[in-house]
């Protein structure tokens, strides 16, 4: 990683590399500003200790000092660290005691104070974003100050130390976001950084300098390869994006080349087009509802594989110009020639909605342990309802019981300080036990089914895939989340909880006051609406598959909370134990 950002610097200098607002305004940095403040960075860390195996913590949003603290940290031979900005304390304590970094770089004082009570052999804490009433807190900015004279006076003690890195060198150190328990370190190398990103750029040929949108957090591999190794292997130009609720406003802004969304942000995106269509006057609205009808009737012949008649071809093409390339540039996506779907599974209705609007989502799969990618679909024909056949230079394989092995040099060399664990998922040939069912095609497409421990099998032996009713409930707007259950029961059931941005709207819609989702959770209008979703998905699926009982939670589930991991996966253990009385209930 070290050499190419040294090529960025060289090669592409004046280019912009980074772009964060401050005060309203975007303040944009070139590859050669960025290298030097990774020098300078660099330099104060050395100034406070760190030295090569060292592990140094980040903790902070999206913003340009995430990422040149990685670097800065990756030039010395130590490895950064980043954690996600839900962790509680316990769950800092946790990695802090794992990998036992030397400093810990956190965003505001608030995450300071967490850093504190886990400090755990921490010898400075460095806060990016001190507040004007703090005067001790040691600063980024302070740490630059140690580094400049340094640097003024030779670079030799910067150039001289990134170069005694090799490839097997760890990148970085990415924490699962812990679905089935606590989180786990998986060790990524320079190796597994760069042989990705080679072969994501050999599945789709990137453009130097591509415009990126960066939201998701860096704490996730997804975001870390898109955002981090491609878009420096490229020497993109990455727009930073603090603030996840803020991302369809940065869109529109930035109109980027590239956007990776997780399958809750194409919801969430579908659901706010559909109500702006709805305030347009009824023959605008009309006009629009036709045209993304009429592209979702083309797109389904060609996923089928069938001719599209001129007739339909020529609608298209001439409500494409008046109606969606409209939609299209005023979400952003008009410029877009990669769009991406990764971490969860994307519905297919949702899918079908994007891909009549004219933008066609490929949906990707991977995992951490695969430095993210192993399968992506092609964006010139993604294929609905799969995840794409495998990158450039990844095996895949199936085993008797239909789990998916993965090969390649995206797979990590294994966990941190777990030999039991890496032996029991990496096998001695090299592939990857994934721990998810899946089916391939004859031309190589693959299809999830569902995670090998969360199939249900019912009392009855039918085996059920949750995630594939759950997307169907979800496609109700008040539906933000559901976990199905039904594990060695004589019967489907179902836990739902209420979209907060949508409630609102619902309830004045339908004449209700609204005080909190406690309180609309408990209406017998909620109870008829639920009602009425859980017969819609019913009537798709078939009768063991059926929700035979609901119940609507009380409380929203957010992101690092009880329920969801920061990347939205849901906890399915925690919610089982979280809602076991109200699960024993729907059985009783």
Same mark, same amino acid.
């Given at each position: 990683?070290?050499?190419?950002?040294?090529?960025?610097?060289?090669?592409?200098?004046?280019?912009?590399?980074?772009?964060?607002?401050?005060?309203?305004? /975007?303040?944009?940095?070139?590859?050669?500003?960025?290298?030097?403040?990774?020098?300078?960075?660099?330099?104060?860390?050395?100034?406070?200790?760190?030295?090569?195996?060292?592990?140094?913590?980040?903790?902070?949003?999206?913003?340009?000092?995430?990422?040149?603290?990685?670097?800065?940290?990756?030039?010395?031979?130590?490895?950064?660290?980043?954690?996600?900005?839900?962790?509680?304390?316990?769950?800092?304590?946790?990695?802090?005691?794992?990998?036992?970094?030397?400093?810990?770089?956190?965003?505001?004082?608030?995450?300071?104070?967490?850093?504190?009570?886990?400090?755990?052999?921490?010898?400075?804490?460095?806060?990016?974003?001190?507040?004007?009433?703090?005067?001790?807190?040691?600063?980024?900015?302070?740490?630059?100050?140690?580094?400049?004279?340094?640097?003024?006076?030779?670079?030799?003690?910067?150039?001289?130390?990134?170069?005694?890195?090799?490839?097997?060198?760890?990148?970085?150190?990415?924490?699962?976001?812990?679905?089935?328990?606590?989180?786990?370190?998986?060790?990524?190398?320079?190796?597994?950084?760069?042989?990705?990103?080679?072969?994501?750029?050999?599945?789709?040929?990137?453009?130097?300098?591509?415009?990126?949108?960066?939201?998701?957090?860096?704490?996730?591999?997804?975001?870390?390869?898109?955002? !981090?190794?491609?878009?420096?292997?490229?020497?993109?130009?990455?727009?930073?994006?603090?603030?996840?609720?803020?991302?369809?406003?940065?869109?529109?802004?930035? !109109?980027?080349?590239?956007?990776?969304?997780?399958?809750?942000?194409?919801?969430?995106?579908?659901?706010?087009?559909?109500?702006?269509?709805?305030?347009?006057?009824?023959?605008?609205?009309?006009?629009?509802?036709?045209?993304?009808?009429?592209?979702?009737?083309?797109?389904?012949?060609?996923?089928?594989?069938?001719?599209?008649?001129?007739?339909?071809?020529?609608?298209?093409?001439?409500?494409?110009?008046?109606?969606?390339?409209?939609?299209? !540039?005023?979400?952003?996506?008009?410029?877009?020639?990669?769009?991406?779907?990764?971490?969860?599974?994307?519905?297919?209705?949702?899918?079908?909605?994007?891909?009549?609007?004219?933008?066609?989502?490929?949906?990707?799969?991977?995992?951490?342990?695969?430095?993210?990618?192993?399968?992506?679909?092609?964006?010139?024909?993604?294929?609905?309802?799969?995840?794409?056949?495998?990158?450039?230079?990844?095996?895949?394989?199936?085993?008797?019981?239909?789990?998916?092995?993965?090969?390649?040099?995206?797979?990590?060399?294994?966990?941190?300080?777990?030999?039991?664990?890496?032996?029991?998922?990496?096998?001695?040939?090299? /592939?990857?036990?994934?721990?998810?069912?899946?089916?391939?095609?004859?031309?190589?497409?693959?299809?999830?089914?569902?995670?090998?421990?969360?199939?249900?099998?019912?009392?009855?032996?039918?085996?059920?895939?949750?995630?594939?009713?759950?997307?169907?409930?979800?496609? !109700?707007?008040?539906?933000?989340?559901?976990?199905?259950?039904?594990?060695?029961?004589?019967?489907?059931?179902?836990?739902?909880?209420?979209?907060?941005?949508?409630?609102?709207? /619902?309830?004045?819609?339908?004449?209700?006051?609204?005080?909190?989702?406690?309180?609309?959770?408990?209406?017998?209008?909620?109870?008829?609406?639920?009602?009425?979703?859980?017969?819609?998905?019913?009537?798709?699926?078939?009768?063991?598959?059926?929700?035979?009982?609901?119940?609507?939670?009380?409380?929203?589930?957010?992101?690092?909370?009880?329920?969801?991991?920061?990347?939205?996966?849901?906890?399915?253990?925690?919610?089982?134990?979280?809602?076991?009385?109200?699960?024993?209930?729907?059985?009783?």
């Amino acid at each position: 990683m070290c050499d190419i950002l040294a090529r960025n610097a060289s090669t592409f200098g004046d280019k912009p590399a980074t772009a964060f607002k401050r005060a309203g305004e /975007w303040q944009v940095s070139t590859w050669r500003d960025y290298r030097e403040m990774v020098a300078r960075v660099a330099l104060g860390f050395k100034e406070l200790g760190v030295k090569r195996g060292d592990y140094v913590a980040l903790m902070s949003r999206n913003r340009p000092e995430h990422l040149v603290c990685d670097l800065a940290a990756l030039h010395l031979g130590a490895i950064p660290v980043s954690l996600y900005n839900t962790f509680s304390a316990d769950q800092i304590a946790g990695v802090a005691a794992a990998c036992k970094p030397k400093i810990a770089v956190v965003e505001t004082e608030e995450q300071r104070t967490q850093w504190e009570k886990a400090r755990s052999g921490l010898a400075h804490i460095v806060v990016i974003e001190p507040s004007e009433q703090d005067d001790g807190s040691l600063t980024l900015a302070q740490v630059e100050d140690k580094g400049r004279p340094q640097l003024s006076s030779g670079r030799e003690g910067f150039e001289n130390e990134w170069k005694k890195l090799k490839p097997s060198d760890p990148a970085t150190i990415i924490y699962t976001s812990g679905t089935t328990g606590d989180p786990k370190g998986v060790v990524i190398t320079n190796y597994n950084a760069l042989w990705t990103a080679e072969s994501v750029d050999q599945w789709h040929t990137w453009p130097i300098g591509f415009k990126y949108v960066s939201y998701l957090p860096l704490a996730h591999s997804l975001e870390r390869l898109a955002a !981090h190794w491609l878009c420096t292997y490229k020497a993109a130009f990455i727009h930073f994006c603090p603030e996840v609720p803020e991302v369809f406003d940065t869109l529109a802004e930035v !109109h980027p080349y590239a956007f990776v969304a997780v399958p809750r942000l194409w919801e969430k995106l579908e659901s706010g087009i559909k109500a702006s269509l709805q305030e347009q006057d009824p023959r605008k609205r009309a006009v629009a509802d036709r045209a993304i009808g009429i592209g979702a009737r083309a797109a389904k012949l060609e996923q089928e594989g069938k001719r599209v008649p001129i007739a339909l071809a020529v609608q298209r093409a001439l409500l494409d110009r008046i109606v969606l390339r409209k939609i299209r !540039h005023k979400i952003g996506l008009d410029e877009a020639e990669v769009v991406l779907s990764g971490a969860a599974p994307l519905g297919p209705e949702v899918a079908e909605f994007f891909f009549g609007l004219g933008v066609k989502i490929a949906e990707g799969y991977g995992m951490s342990e695969s430095t993210a990618p192993a399968t992506i679909n092609p964006t010139s024909r993604p294929r609905i309802g799969t995840v794409g056949p495998a990158i450039p230079g990844v095996e895949l394989k199936l085993l008797d019981d239909g789990e998916l092995l993965i090969r390649g040099g995206n797979v990590s060399p294994g966990y941190l300080n777990d030999e039991a664990l890496t032996a029991e998922v990496f096998d001695k040939d090299g /592939w990857l036990h994934t721990g998810d069912i899946a089916d391939i095609d004859s031309d190589g497409f693959v299809r999830i089914v569902d995670r090998k421990k969360e199939l249900i099998v019912t009392a009855g032996g039918k085996n059920i895939s949750p995630s594939y009713l759950e997307n169907l409930l979800k496609r !109700h707007p008040l539906i933000s989340y559901a976990c199905v259950v039904g594990d060695r029961k004589p019967y489907i059931a179902a836990l739902l909880a209420l979209d907060a941005d949508e409630a609102q709207g /619902w309830a004045d819609r339908n004449g209700l006051e609204f005080s909190s989702l406690e309180q609309l959770a408990q209406e017998p209008r909620i109870e008829e609406e639920m009602q009425a979703a859980v017969k819609e998905v019913n009537i798709k699926v078939s009768r063991p598959e059926g929700i035979k009982r609901f119940v609507v939670t009380k409380n929203e589930w957010e992101p690092g909370g009880d329920e969801l991991t920061p990347t939205l996966k849901l906890k399915r253990r925690a919610i089982l134990d979280k809602y076991s009385e109200e699960i024993a209930n729907l059985y009783s």
